[in-house]
């Protein structure tokens, strides 16, 4: 089990940036899978990004994809979001969550562990 606080988030008007972070700590999750997803009023919990933290490797939603970057510190066990170029319609609460079987999956389904998310609002 690992337990996952996010934080950094806020109010930004429409352009500007945000940088989330997501601290982990509990067993070990070096094989884990790390992925943000973002859901706003009325609308369906939808992936945003995922890390491999063994690998690296990264996935992004097309809406997405050129804005918003995800990294992690290994030394701080700490994952990153950063939002570049941010949109009203990137108004949600967002959330961080692990996979223990470390896929690169879109479906929140397959994320066992669950931040308890932090609200970014975008002004027009």
């Known amino acids: 089990q690992v337990q996952l606080v996010e934080s950094g988030g806020g109010l930004v008007q429409a352009g500007g940036s945000l940088r989330l972070s997501c601290a982990a700590s509990?067993?070990?999750?070096?094989?884990?899978?790390m992925g943000w997803f973002r859901q706003a009023p009325g609308k369906e919990r939808e992936f945003v990004a995922v890390i491999s933290w063994f690998y690296g490797t990264t996935k992004y939603a097309n809406s997405v994809k050129g804005r918003f970057t995800i990294s992690r510190d290994n030394a701080k066990n700490t994952v990153y979001l950063q939002m570049n170029s941010l949109k009203p319609e990137d108004t949600a609460v967002y959330y961080c969550?692990?996979?223990?079987?470390?896929?690169?999956?879109?479906?929140?389904?397959?994320?066992?562990?669950w931040g308890q998310g932090t609200q970014v609002t975008v002004s027009s």
């Open positions: 509990g067993r070990s999750f070096s094989r884990y899978a």
């Open positions: 969550a692990a996979d223990i079987n470390g896929r690169l999956s879109f479906s929140s389904n397959e994320y066992e562990d």
